[in-house]
């Protein structure tokens, strides 16, 4: 009964109750959603407030405004000038499109594979779904560099089995496949958990039910399975589509000059020309862009809690 | 049986893919060649280097403290958190609270780092250990939140109120029931929490100081110079490192398990 | 049904006497949850020494009513006196009463003993007497060799045993039991209810138990108080419940009942006996003897329990008895009871149940048997609500 717990926290105020609630509240307040307020009003401020990094003298925030008293909206225009927003911004959700769709076409059979195990494999299979998750994101990029280099062992493992030649090299690294590789690799086991749940839990009934009323199996998929599986689907698209669209160290690492995606290019802004309001802007854009696949996502945690 | 067969297939090159790369790595860690396609036999070499590498050994102590200090405050944050999302229904601004523990799941990193960055600056604050710390802090604790509430929605509230009705405080009820019965989820959430943190390149960058450079930035400098046997070295330990403690849990809980039937087996056998 | 109105116990009816003063009152007591009314304008008295049980279907607020004598929800309006005094606002550690729960809340990483000494820790007393009570606890609920077990080395019967001598050793004023038997199966369950009995006289204790099974309200209770959407149908004793339900409600619930809708035709004078009425049921006519404030041409519907209704092939000679007459239509074997159900000419049914006292094997009455079904004027009832 939902309603007991309800009514008993309305009807007993406790000061205990409120520390509960009031500490992580107002952390979150602080260092989660007050920084999105200041970057907001950061990215209408000049480039000349933008101070060097590693040079602590920027003043509190009286003098703050004092510098940012010419608010506008010069450097978002600005990105509308410079085509290298544009494309992007346009290339971010292009491969954050292309890599979520391969990871579902890899997930989903993985998933329901995992689904379909006896039952006293599953936790182990969980595990080793899990395991690669808990080592550095990182360090799981950095194996296929080795892998994936001209010289490296992808091309060695090809020139031995006779598919290539002594001179010819596999010339991936530093592209954009190199890029899907890096980023299905990274993100195959946050697509496949929620894949998982959803399709783990589903009635077995439901499918002999099916076949008994005359249904084939891969019909009895897409008529029963698939359907009943789309939040799991949703959840994984999201929780994989969101952060790709702002990933930084998998285009840097294993993509080329011409490799644009946005996180990369807010990187160069901020690190590489020290322009803050400039960063500001691309990645307040970034987040109008992401507002929606995020409130997809949280609609969709809601309805499982 | 057809689709066992294609359901195996699937799983072997789905695992495959997942390991072999990192199989690699571990392996050519101990290859005495430098060169990355030339086995050049066993050797600790690497491992030796990069023991003398002040610079990386710096970087891994400064992860280590960043790591054990923010996950314990975001583990303890984040308990609080999922205490509230589970236990209250109703109070002013939970959507607006429940948004804030979801998003930063899936918040792209560079909008989070930069975004924090500029709230330290505003608040004249010099970056450096601390700002790693509760940067750290405030993205583990959402993720502890998930893992403490999956398991408080199964928690049988009658335990409370049993405790409640023998005479027991809210507040001792909480420290002396709940939470002794919630503590596997609340350790997992703290060892998840841990290796976001020793995980995390791109926030730890926009909020490290002078003296505070962690692991991974030290590792990233590093990789973007090319790849050396002495990263895959350290990459093969903090692996070692993070296997070794998932599967000493994933063994724990099996026992636990195992123990709790074998308990079931002596109640059946005294009914009769 | 079985008819079991308890063995036969102590004189103790304080509810009879004018000057007993309640032990526990609920006055006026509303509990809404949102829309929902759980509890309607409900008053009550329940006595010291009592067994008292809330019967009733789920949903009918029964749960709701015993939370909120423990404290974990607070009446929405009216008050509860425990001993005269109002005990609103008071939070359920501070109570004198305790609770045993449906699902047990057993403390799973404590063993039985730490689990029965919980509540005395609570309120500090010295070790030694924490330690004689829980040892007087393990032997009354005899669990003596199993105090260090924890719960989920227990069976669902010593699970039951553990959480009763949990609630009991505190002494509490009122032990709260909420479905205490649900978990058990039959046997164990008939078992118990004959232990808790026993406990609650040897201790003296006054309980409230909440089940919505009525042969085990009907085993243990003093009274019972049957309830339907928030709302008290009757309080009375078991054996005024099952003989003189005041509604339909009740009559339906506790039991098997043929209920015949009907309305009144003749009263007392013209039957001569007194309070005696004549129910017109749509073309079947019976008389009832019994005081009731019916006049004529009320509705109201006659009830009658399968097992005061004699069946026969024979034309019954007595006038003075209710007759009707019928088609067998079906036949239940229960073992110690066979039921008949009569089909009237007019296609309504009435059940008769009948003793199976000899051995089955030459059945008098079988399918499609045109029979008669009589009982005395004092069998049946007038259930004028």
């Known amino acids: ?305 | 049986m057809k689709s066992s067969r294609f359901d195996a297939t699937v799983l072997t090159l789905c695992f495959a893919f997942l390991y072999i790369p990192i199989i690699i790595l571990v392996v050519y860690s101990f290859n005495a060649s430098k060169l990355v396609t030339v086995w050049g036999g066993f050797s600790l070499q690497w491992y030796r280097t990069m023991w003398s590498n002040e610079g990386l050994m710096d970087a891994a102590w400064v992860t280590a403290r960043v790591g054990v200090l923010s996950a314990t405050l975001g583990t303890v944050l984040g308990t609080l958190a999922a205490l509230s999302l589970v236990r209250f229904q109703k109070f002013p601004g939970r959507m607006l609270f429940s948004g804030m523990i979801y998003a930063p799941l899936v918040m792209p990193e560079v909008i989070t780092g930069l975004s924090m960055l500029l709230l330290f600056v505003a608040l004249n604050i010099d970056r450096g250990f601390w700002t790693v710390t509760i940067a750290h802090t405030t993205f583990t604790m959402c993720y502890v939140a998930i893992v403490v509430q999956s398991r408080l929605m199964t928690f049988d509230r009658s335990l409370e109120e049993a405790a409640l009705d023998l005479g027991c405080p809210p507040v001792r009820t909480f420290f002396k029931i709940t939470l002794p019965l919630i503590l596997p989820a609340v350790i997992a959430g703290w060892m998840l929490a841990f290796t976001l943190s020793l995980d995390d390149l791109v926030i730890a960058s926009f909020n490290t100081g002078p003296g505070a450079t962690t692991l991974p930035i030290k590792i990233y400098s590093q990789v973007r110079l090319g790849v050396t046997p002495e990263i895959n070295a350290i990459c093969t330990i903090l692996i070692g490192f993070v296997t070794i403690g998932v599967i000493l849990a994933s063994i724990s809980t099996k026992r636990t398990e195992l123990r709790r039937i074998r308990d079931e087996h002596v109640a059946l056998r005294g009914t009769t | ?385």
């Not at chain 1, 009003?41 to 602590?56: F, G, N, V």
């Not at chain 1, 890899?106 to 808990?134: E, K, Q, S």
């Not at chain 3, 009550?44 to 009733?56: A, C, N, P, T, V």
């Not at chain 3, 015993?66 to 359920?92: C, H, N, W, Y």
Request: hydrophobic share 45%; aromatic share 10%.
């Open chain 3, 1 to 385: 049904m079985a008819k079991s109105l308890g063995p036969v116990k102590r004189k103790f009816s304080p509810w009879t006497d004018p000057s007993a003063v309640p032990f526990i009152r609920f006055e006026n007591i509303t509990k809404r949850f949102g829309d929902f009314t759980a509890v309607d304008n409900l008053t009550l008295d329940i006595y010291e020494r009592e067994f008292f049980s809330l019967l009733g279907p789920s949903g009918c607020g029964k749960t709701t009513l015993m939370r909120m004598l423990a404290g974990f929800e607070e009446p929405t309006e009216g008050r509860i006196l425990l001993q005269g005094k109002d005990i609103s606002g008071v939070p359920p550690y501070r109570r004198p009463t305790n609770m045993m729960f449906q699902s047990y809340a057993l403390f799973p990483h404590m063993t039985v003993e730490k689990n029965i000494a919980f509540g005395l820790e609570q309120d500090n007393l010295p070790k030694g007497e924490i330690a004689a009570r829980v040892e007087e606890m393990l032997k009354l609920v005899k669990l003596e060799p199993f105090a260090r077990r924890k719960p989920n080395q227990l069976s669902g019967g010593q699970r039951q045993r553990v959480a009763l001598a949990r609630s009991l050793a505190k002494r509490p004023k009122v032990l709260l039991l909420d479905e205490p038997l649900g978990a058990l199966d039959k046997k164990l369950r008939e078992e118990t209810q004959f232990e808790l009995m026993d406990i609650q006289t040897n201790l003296g204790l006054t309980f409230l138990i909440v089940t919505h099974d009525q042969e085990e309200a009907m085993t243990v209770s003093d009274r019972i108080a049957v309830m339907d959407k928030g709302v008290i149908m009757q309080v009375a004793t078991p054996a005024e419940i099952y003989e003189a339900p005041n509604s339909r409600y009740v009559a339906d619930f506790i039991g098997d009942i043929n209920i015949l809708e009907g309305t009144v035709s003749t009263t007392e004078s013209a039957l001569g006996a007194p309070g005696a009425v004549r129910i017109d049921c749509d073309g079947v006519s019976v008389a009832v003897e019994q005081e009731c404030q019916a006049v004529k041409g009320d509705r109201v519907a006659f009830a009658i329990r399968p097992e005061k209704v004699r069946i026969s092939p024979d034309q019954p000679t007595d006038t003075s008895f209710n007759a009707v007459y019928g088609e067998v239509w079906d036949i239940g074997y229960l073992g110690d009871f066979s039921v008949f159900l009569v089909k009237m000419a007019d296609g309504r049914i009435v059940r008769a149940a009948q003793a199976n006292v000899s051995r089955l094997v030459d059945r008098p009455i079988t399918f499609g048997d045109m029979v008669w079904l009589t009982w005395p004027l004092d069998a049946g009832l007038v259930l004028t609500r």
């Open chain 1, 1 to 305: 009964m939902a309603s007991v717990s309800e009514t008993q926290a309305a009807n007993t105020p406790n000061p205990a109750r409120w520390f509960v609630v009031v500490v992580p509240y107002l952390w979150l307040l602080l260092f989660f959603t007050a920084p999105f307020l200041i970057i907001f009003k950061i990215s209408l401020s000049d480039t000349a407030i933008a101070m060097p990094p590693y040079t602590p003298v920027f003043p509190g925030f009286g003098a703050i405004s004092g510098y940012i008293s010419k608010l506008d909206f010069e450097n978002y225009l600005f990105l509308t000038e410079d085509p290298l927003y544009i494309k992007s911004y346009l290339s971010s959700l292009r491969i954050a499109v292309i890599s979520t769709f391969l990871l579902l076409l890899i997930g989903y059979p993985m998933a329901l594979a995992m689904a379909r195990a006896p039952i006293t494999l599953r936790p182990t299979l969980v595990m080793l779904v899990i395991l690669p998750f808990w080592t550095s994101f990182l360090i799981r990029v950095y194996a296929w560099i080795g892998i994936l280099k001209p010289d490296g062992l992808l091309t060695l493992l090809l020139q031995t089995i006779g598919l290539m030649g002594p001179n010819e090299q596999v010339l991936i690294f530093r592209t954009d496949i190199a890029v899907f590789i890096g980023i299905v690799y990274s993100y195959l086991p946050f697509m496949v958990l929620p894949l998982y749940s959803a399709l783990e839990k589903m009635d077995n009934t439901l499918l002999e039910a099916a076949s008994d009323l005359g249904c084939p199996p891969w019909k009895a998929f897409w008529k029963i399975t698939f359907p009943l599986s789309l939040p799991g689907v949703i959840a994984g698209s999201m929780i994989c589509f969101i952060p790709i669209t702002g990933e930084f160290v998998i285009p840097d690492l294993l993509g080329g000059a011409d490799t644009l995606m946005i996180g990369k290019t807010l990187w160069t802004e901020f690190f590489g020309n020290r322009d803050w309001p400039l960063a500001s802007a691309v990645a307040v854009v970034l987040l109008i862009m992401l507002v929606v696949p995020i409130m997809i996502f949280q609609n969709q945690q809601k309805k499982v809690v």
